[in-house]
């Protein structure tokens, strides 16, 4: 699924840079980690978590690390980035919940929680912004609602494949490698989730 060139001069590069070239790749990866962050964090818990110490400990855990990565050729460098930010994340979270004596059996997984977690009108809102055209803005507020209920109506992994291109801004390759779907399956499952909400635009236009 990954770009094996891409990959193999990640490598290449990480085997025989150290840590100066790791730093280098992070860095140029600490955007996209971070946007991760703000759309993962438990909205009850956003005040009390400090993404910046989140992304250091993701860094220090994925040096530490780095011949896992190594010994995994079909890994993605970002994904795999990824991965580790969002346990720190979860981590991050688990700890707050254990100082406040929450049982973790109510703990709601990240993945399952990534939806709720940020309002629906949020995403609806983004969404919306990036579909519609300037002779359409004064729609803008009717349409929230109706993005709002299409994106609540969709399978999840179809929800999950538009937030992670729209949001994570990850491309489709690394969508698939996140979901364990093949790079066909993740286009044809976001061209799906896509042509709901264009529909939910046009629809509502048309009346205008």
Known sequence: MVDD???HDIRSRLQTGGQDVFAELFSSHRGRLKKLLLHHVDARLRTRTDLSDILQEAYMDAFRRIEHFLRKPDLSFYVWLRQITLQRLIDNHRAHLLAEKRSLKTEVSLSQSAYSSQTSR???LQLIEAQLSPSQVVMHDEMV????????SMDDTDREVLMLRHFEELKNNEVAEVLSLSPAAASNRYVRALKRLRDVVLSRSETQ
């Open 5 to 7: 060139s891409e990959q």
């Open 122 to 124: 949020a995403w609806a």
């Open 145 to 152: 609602g109706r993005v709002e209920r299409a994106l609540e």
